[in-house]
């Protein structure tokens, strides 16, 4: 149990355009899904935390503007990076959550050229 | 944002060694979490702990929740090859049922020699 999913596993793509990441809980219902963020050699951050049928709440220092997330149902969460650019590439990994504890997702791997 | 202090920061050791790994904060969590994470994957859940001084084992591993909750350890006995990767300790907030964002530790890279 507790499986989490997230499409695509990679993505290249060319500066200025905008990139859809998917996060499915597969088999159970998530109350609240977080989006963290990882470079390379470095540990995950906190990006965002959504909740079902309501705004995300934004950790200091992300644009909420830029990184759009969108929770419809409780088993999907979705991360749009607009207007990427080079500096966004990074390891893109949700969790969901039934209360407690948090479970991850494979992650995303976003290239921006 | 906060990061956990975590070490040590990489381990070289010996198959069949102990390993043991810790995490300590400058303020209070109520939950602690440690996962392990390979290369170009999310990371997994190894144990949770929600009350202070609490101690479990999951197999070869056992976690404990620091009494003051600001740190809490990690250890691994008996370490074998499927081991290797990258451990992170990670602190909650809130307790039991709550839905708050995680607080990782920097990792620790544990490293494997036959």
């Known amino acids: 149990g507790a499986v989490v999913s997230q499409h695509p596993s990679r993505v290249i793509c060319k500066s200025g355009t905008s990139v859809k990441i998917e996060c499915r809980s597969l088999?159970?219902?998530?109350?609240?899904m977080f989006w963290y963020r990882q470079f390379p050699k470095q540990s995950l951050m906190l990006m965002a935390t959504?909740?079902?049928?309501?705004?995300?709440?934004?950790e200091q220092g992300v644009e909420k503007d830029k990184f759009l997330i969108n929770h419809a149902s409780l088993t999907l969460s979705t991360l749009t990076v607009t207007s990427a650019h080079p500096e966004d590439s990074s390891f893109y990994i949700c969790?969901?959550?039934?209360?407690?504890?948090?479970?991850f997702g494979p992650g995303t791997r976003l290239t921006v050229l | 944002g906060q990061q956990l202090n975590q070490s040590p920061q990489s381990m070289f050791i010996q198959e069949g060694e102990d390993v043991s790994m810790n995490c300590t904060s400058s303020?209070?969590?109520?939950?602690w979490l440690w996962y392990k994470q390979d290369p170009g994957e999310g990371p997994v859940l190894l144990i949770a702990?929600?009350?202070?001084?609490e101690l479990t084992s999951n197999g070869r591993l056992t976690a404990q929740f620091g009494i003051t909750r600001k740190d809490s350890f990690l250890n691994i006995s008996a370490s074998i090859p499927s081991d290797v990767g990258i451990y992170f300790c990670?602190?909650?907030?809130?307790?039991?049922?709550?839905?708050?964002?995680?607080?990782f530790g920097k990792g620790t890279h544990l490293i494997i020699q036959p």
């Open positions: 969790s969901a959550s039934l209360g407690n504890p948090q479970y």
């Open positions: 088999d159970f219902q998530a109350t609240t």
């Open positions: 959504s909740n079902e049928g309501s705004k995300a709440t934004y």
């Open positions: 303020s209070i969590f109520n939950t």
């Open positions: 702990l929600y009350k202070a001084g």
């Open positions: 990670a602190g909650q907030l809130s307790s039991g049922g709550g839905a708050d964002g995680l607080t």
